[in-house]
């Protein structure tokens, strides 16, 4: 078998998976939108990808082990898509993308909000975080009295927005997580 990939180094194999224009939007969307199905993923995204790229991305991110898809119990015609344990680990790179992006491009105030949060709880915020998404999409309970950490970005998110005078994205504030 001829190897598939342009070489083994471990950046050129992570850009690989998750390195196209669309999948970390899909990611992103899943972890802090609490975005779980094929619809919410299509209309709730500020970006606007086509549903054949959003239908491509998700089977690519299943077949590389990023989430995972599930007949939805509540809707026979849905599926219900989660992240793996090595989807959740890719948290920290999009914390990192996000800093960057708030560092060297003109992002809106509110949309960086998040961004500057994490860097701010660090580490502990971070791993808080995903110990959360753990509970949602793999169903490991996160210790008893944690916090919620999506809720305490959702709050700051809608404080921000209320301080320009705004009303708070529903996209955003409908967060589930």
Known sequence: MANEHRSACPINLTVEVIGDKWSMLVLRDMI???RRH??????????????????DRLRRLAEQGIITRADDPSHKQKAVYSLTEAGIQ????????????RRHM??????ALRSRLL??????????LMDELREV???IPRPPGT????????AAYEGAVAS???TPDTQIASNKN
């Open 32 to 34: 802090f939108g609490g």
């Open 38 to 55: 094929f619809r919410e993923l299509l209309t709730k995204s500020d970006e606007g990808i086509a549903s054949n790229i959003l239908a």
């Open 90 to 101: 890719l948290l920290p790179v999009l914390c990192q993308m996000g800093m960057w992006g």
């Open 106 to 111: 003109p992002v809106s105030e509110d949309m």
């Open 119 to 128: 860097e701010e709880g660090g580490w502990p915020l971070i791993r808080a």
């Open 137 to 139: 999409h793999l169903g």
């Open 147 to 154: 916090p919620s950490v999506s809720a305490q970005l959702l």
């Open 164 to 166: 320009l005078g705004r």
